[in-house]
């Protein structure tokens, strides 16, 4: 009888760490393409079968981790764009047909891509085009 109680509590947190792991990567980030545009770089990346693009403001960083194209990361990404209500209306992506184009300084325009999802990025543990774990 005690062989079997620890047979199936060992299964059950074998199952449950395969469970975590498996979860953990699906919050992984593929970087498919990095582009530049005025001031800024832009990180298209992939997870599942959504595409997320990512502004990042061009500073001068040293000691960083360069972000690869093919590599895996965790982002951490917030809207640029959707952070909230506007007159009592949720603003989300799924409500978004007018915002197309963002200013994000006096010289930098970034439109958002149809191929992506709709909305533009940043990401709290990227700068530059570095990644920051």
């Known amino acids: 009888m005690r062989s079997f109680m620890f047979l199936t509590i060992a299964t059950a947190m074998c199952f449950c760490s395969q469970f975590n792991t498996a979860h953990n ?4 980030y593929t970087v ?8 800024y770089y832009l990180i298209y990346a992939k997870r599942n079968d959504s595409t997320f693009q990512i502004a990042s403001k061009k ?39 007018l915002v197309k184009c963002v200013g994000l300084d006096e010289d930098t325009v970034v439109c958002i891509d149809d191929n ?3 909305d533009l990025f940043y990401s709290e543990n990227i700068e530059d085009a570095c990644y920051r774990p």
């Open 25 to 28: 990567q699906s919050l992984d």
């Open 32 to 39: 498919v393409r990095i582009d530049s545009v005025e001031n």
């Open 59 to 97: 500073v001068k960083v040293v000691g960083c981790t360069k972000l690869r194209v093919n590599d895996k990361y965790s982002f951490k990404l917030k809207s640029r764009i959707f952070t909230g209500e506007v007159g009592g209306r949720n603003i989300s992506p799924a409500t978004n047909d």
């Open 116 to 118: 992506c999802v709709n």
